[in-house]
């Protein structure tokens, strides 16, 4: 089993900037999981919004995100960080974290982190 667990969600102005963490954790977590953001907004369904290799540093982004997000990750710390810049109103969700064999897909979930900015 993995667990995941997200931090560094809040409330920010547009324009403004918030670095959200993924601890990873688990007698099972491997080099093979790619790790996700995701992230879900009221009413809407869930998107993608990056993803990044456990081992090889190569990175996923939505298009939406691509120039104001950057995803990286400290393997000694078994954390992910989701750095976002530039926010948007329309980037207010509860962002996820997620671990899959495959990329944009999760098979063990966090229980997510509420990001909301306001106009």
């Known amino acids: 089993q993995v667990q995941l667990v997200e931090s560094g969600g809040g409330l920010v102005q547009a324009g403004g900037s918030l670095r959200l963490s993924c601890a990873a954790s688990?007698?099972?977590?491997?080099?093979?999981?790619?790790m996700n953001w995701f992230r879900q907004a009221p009413g809407k369904e869930r998107e993608f919004v990056s993803a990044i290799s456990w081992s090889g540093g190569s990175t996923d982004y939505a298009e939406f995100v691509k120039g104001r997000f950057t995803i990286s990750r400290d393997n000694a710390k078994s954390t992910v960080y989701l750095q976002m810049n530039m926010l948007k109103p329309e980037d207010t969700a509860v962002y996820y974290c997620?671990?899959?064999?495959?990329?944009?897909?999760?098979?063990?979930w966090g229980q997510g982190t509420q990001v909301t900015v306001s106009a």
């Open positions: 997620a671990a899959g064999l495959v990329w944009r897909t999760g098979r063990y």
């Open positions: 688990g007698r099972t977590f491997s080099s093979s999981y790619v």
